[in-house]
């Protein structure tokens, strides 16, 4: 009989298989950095794109072109990198993505011309797409089942970091030392990573270790894993489909925030504002994490998705009023940022088989729902007012709140014949 089961049928085992290397606090901190900067490299493009304009001689405009171009690569990239990682070692891919991480920011910095500086965001985005959700499925199946949302939520909020503070770092650095100093630097600090990376991972075939761990280990709430097989990609689609409502939601109130300060005569609170939403954003994902581990992944996110609908409306209501706005931006980024964790915490259960698959679409599926913010949230702010964005953000939060009371629970094993 299988020592890891008890009379009920239902797992005890409360950490990774035997022989999975320990989740120690080093692996965290090095999963953290890694984060941190890949999340740099995305964050600090916006604000250096007036000096790339200016030192390439092009339109402000046509630098926005940067952006787009990183966020398709990723979205199209990551469900391939994810499905390459599963089968192979993830270790070993997560390290070669950082070197190609590492030589696209170093041909970012040296690009001659605008049409060059393109496709090396293309290649960033590619590598970029290899990067994340890989740290997530190396920490998350080998993390204690008591304890696998928490862990990460302190990885992510290193992404979360580099939004308050690589981003802004990095446009001080541009100031002094020129917009590619900063690529310079993050190629550097890459390309360092990605030999303990290399090292620290060991256990054979992290994606047997990894999946045995996540089997054993699933939420409950998450319905009955996967016997082995794939499931429908309807049922893939269905899972990410809340992450990219969720992502609509949250971007169309960020991306615009700015904006809509300068708008309204208020430049001057933006960034002190940002830095709060930034703050909010990691307590969320923490106290996300550990909600998640003790109440249930599922839980969480309706929970989170309900809240945060109801703050989006506040902060289009109190819009005007300076100290009002900061408190309705705090709720809804804790609110917002809980989702997160919570989110990756449920596929990893749920789709034991392949975790770094399913979060590799669950990082699409976020940058899908950013874009379409971005692209629509640009006409209905010049047409109609940043309130009434806002009231569009928080409607469509409800049906991300509706698929999570009413998500798939998956197939249940066959039984032998």
């Known amino acids: 009989m299988d020592s890891t089961r008890g009379g009920s049928g239902r ?10 290397p320990r989740l120690s606090a080093g692996l965290v901190a090095l999963a953290w950095v890694t984060q941190f900067l890949v999340g740099t490299d995305l964050f600090v493009v916006a604000p250096l794109l007036p000096d790339i304009a200016a030192s390439l001689h092009v339109a402000p405009a046509r630098t926005g072109l940067l952006i787009t171009a990183f966020s398709l690569a990723y979205v199209v990239a990551s469900p391939f990198a994810g499905r390459l990682s599963d089968r192979y070692d993830r270790a070993r891919i997560l390290s070669a993505a950082l070197v190609l991480f590492s030589l696209a920011n170093v041909a970012t910095a040296l690009a001659p011309s605008f049409g060059l500086l393109l496709a090396t965001r293309v290649v960033a985005g590619v590598a970029a797409a290899a990067t994340g959700p890989t740290v997530y499925a190396l920490v998350s199946t080998r993390a204690q089942a008591t304890a696998r949302a928490q862990v990460l939520a302190v990885v992510g ?129 923490q106290a996300g994490g550990r909600l998640a581990d003790r109440a249930g992944a599922l839980r969480v996110t309706g929970v989170a998705l309900a809240l945060m609908a109801v703050a989006e409306i506040a902060v289009a209501l109190v819009f005007p009023t300076t100290w009002a706005l900061t408190v309705a931006l705090v709720v809804f980024s804790s609110a917002a940022y809980a989702f997160f964790p919570a989110q990756q915490r449920h596929l990893v259960d749920a789709f034991p088989e392949r975790a770094t698959g399913m979060l590799s679409w669950n990082n699409s599926a976020l940058f899908v729902g950013l874009s379409l913010a971005g692209a629509v949230g640009g006409p209905v702010v010049h047409s109609y007012g940043y309130p009434q964005l806002l009231f569009l953000g928080a409607a469509v939060a409800v049906p991300a709140w509706f698929l999570t009371r009413h998500r798939p629970a998956g197939r249940r094993p066959r039984r032998p014949c």
Not at 11 to 20: M, V
Not at 168 to 174: E, K, Q, T
Not at 216 to 226: F, N, R
């Open 11 to 20: 797992s005890t085992t409360s950490g990774p298989e035997l022989g999975t």
């Open 157 to 285: 909020s290193g992404l979360l970091t580099a939004l308050w503070v690589g981003a802004p770092a990095g446009a001080l650095l541009s100031r002094h030392a020129g917009w590619q100093a900063a690529f310079v630097i993050l190629a550097a600090g890459t390309c360092v990573l990605a030999v303990p990376h290399a090292l620290v991972w060991r256990s054979g075939r992290t994606t047997a270790a990894g999946h045995t761990a996540a089997v054993a280990d699933h939420d409950p709430a998450a319905g009955p894993p996967a016997s082995g097989g794939r499931r429908g990609g309807g049922v893939v689609a269905f899972a990410v489909a809340v992450t990219a409502l969720w992502a609509f939601s949250v971007y169309t109130l960020y991306t615009f925030l700015a904006v809509a300060l300068h708008a309204d005569g208020r430049a001057a609170d933006v960034s002190w504002l940002l830095v709060v939403y930034g703050i909010a954003a990691v307590a969320g994902g």
